[in-house]
């Protein structure tokens, strides 16, 4: 039986050992080990087959796909998949300061100075200098933590979730924690408090209802199973309306009535009062401590402005227990979580470099003035590369804050627009995500807005290039 065209194709696909002999090849295999080589061979080559196999109909076209100037930069392009770090530089141009999925928090230049240091070679983790002996890593940010809050001891972990789960476990476990309904909160990421008491072994008590819950709600649900009252603080969302809730200061003198230790999750912990900023209130863990917290814990890289980690504060002896969990040794943060925590909360011995300084919290507080500049600077840029391609202006637009933080906070912001005429707003938008370097804007009414609030003035000449590059491959609209 005679071969059809297609089988003819699939036949004369070269095989792998055939390739491996090409001079462009060999010069591949100096470069990256043999066994990525071989792999991108061989995707490569799957690639061609699939599509020989999807296509209704076969012509020269299909006999180029076997051409090793097509293959070749197959091959290329899965070893720069291979061996490219996925964890990319990305430009956030979406004006949300604290973006969940790219990584929150930039780091403060002294920070990173400081992580390299640690990162390269040794350091005192767990060793005490002074005594000659082994020490505890906690100490590094303890004494700092303390200072600035006014509590009595801390501890750091991975994240909040961490924080509170640990803190729950050791103090709680098997017993009942009072919490009020309207605090029952869900977050990024499937975060619930019920879910996170649950595999603490704690036992929940819910009073009062949603949008309202008095101090004689938590006073009757008191009992001899209760183990500790529980506040926490909504941060990723706000009931307007007809509410009540009760101010930490009196569930924590109903607690000291009751010899019982009041926790209080902030979630977003934030140690400068953004009021004096524009911003809605927020409370800050100094008061919360002032409060009559006696364990509070929240997030190290939400408006704190560091690495990811989850932070608990309070009276020593509650910190004691939980620091002897073992639990606690599953959920520790490691040297350079630590190193960068460090770095950022010795920024806020100067609370006014800390707002200036820290790129998140300038970023929240940056002068609309400057967010002006940086458009026109970019706006210079990319008005030659737009000629006939795309039309790009600059307005006046909102930001938001993100990361559960202030969720009904609008942050007045420059925007440049750039409307595509060349393409859909849409296949814009991807050639700028996929671009290099990638991309993350937000798209409103057929146009792409790129934020300045959330745009480095270093990433401004990058940011113009990924615009050129997502330019040259959206087709020309010049006659």
């Known amino acids: 039986m005679s071969e059809t065209p297609r089988q003819q194709l699939l036949r004369n696909i070269p095989r792998v050992d055939e390739i491996l002999e090409r001079a462009e090849i060999r010069a591949l295999l100096e470069r990256h080990p043999r066994a990525v080589v071989v792999e991108a061979i061989r995707k490569g080559l799957e690639r061609v087959r699939r599509e020989l196999a999807q296509r209704e109909t076969l012509g020269s076209s299909e006999e180029a796909l076997l051409r090793f100037d097509h293959l070749l930069p197959l091959f290329q392009e899965e070893i720069a998949r291979t061996v490219q770090p996925r ?6 141009a979406s004006g949300v300061v604290l973006h969940t999925n790219l990584g929150r928090s930039p780091l403060h230049p002294t920070v990173l100075g400081h992580l390299m240091t640690i990162a390269q070679g040794y350091s005192n983790l767990e060793y005490d200098l002074e005594r000659g002996q082994r020490g505890s890593r906690y100490v590094h940010v303890e004494e700092t933590l303390c200072r600035l809050s006014g509590a009595e001891a801390a501890l750091v972990v991975n994240n909040n979730a961490a924080a509170v789960l640990l803190a729950l476990h050791s103090l709680a476990s098997g017993r009942e ?34 949008n309202r819950t008095h101090l004689r709600d938590y006073e009757n649900a008191i009992g001899p199973e209760t183990a500790l009252l529980l506040k926490v603080h909504p941060s990723n969302f706000r009931v307007i309306g007809f509410t009540a809730e009760v101010p930490l200061e009196e569930v924590s003198e109903l607690g000291r009535r009751h010899h019982l230790p009041v926790m209080c999750d902030l979630g977003s912990g934030c140690f400068v009062d953004l009021r004096a900023h524009g911003m809605s209130k927020e409370p800050t863990v100094q008061e919360a401590i002032r409060g009559g917290a006696d364990i509070v814990t929240f997030s190290g890289d939400k ?14 002896a509650l910190l004691d227990r939980i620091k002897v969990d073992p639990l606690n040794r599953a959920l520790r943060i490691d040297k350079l979580t630590l190193a960068a925590l460090e ?13 200036r300084e820290i790129p998140t919290l300038a970023m929240l507080t940056v002068e609309k003035s400057i967010l002006k500049r940086k458009a026109k600077r970019l706006l210079r840029q990319i008005l030659p590369l737009c000629a006939g391609q795309a039309r790009a202006a600059i307005r006046e637009d909102v930001s938001q804050v993100g990361g559960g933080s202030l969720p009904i906070e609008e942050l007045p912001t420059v925007v440049v627009t750039i409307r595509p005429e060349g393409c859909s707003v849409d296949d814009f938008e991807t050639r700028l ?21 959330t745009v480095f003035d270093s990433e401004i000449p990058l940011l113009a290039k990924a615009i050129e590059g997502a330019l040259s491959t959206a087709p020309s609209t010049r006659r």
């Open 87 to 92: 964890l990319r530089h990305v430009i956030n």
């Open 177 to 210: 924690v009072i919490v009020s309904r309207g605090e029952l909160v869900e977050i990024g990421g499937a975060f619930r408090i019920p879910d996170v008491m649950a595999q603490s072994g704690a036992k929940l008590r819910e009073v009062g209802t949603t």
């Open 303 to 316: 408006l704190l402005g560091g690495p990811q980690g989850g932070i608990i504060l309070g009276k020593k």
């Open 343 to 355: 770095g950022t909360l010795l920024l806020y011995l100067d609370p006014k470099r800390a707002v």
């Open 433 to 453: 995500r996929k671009g290099e370097p990638p991309v993350v804007a937000r798209i409103s009414k057929e146009e792409i807005l790129l934020d300045m609030r």
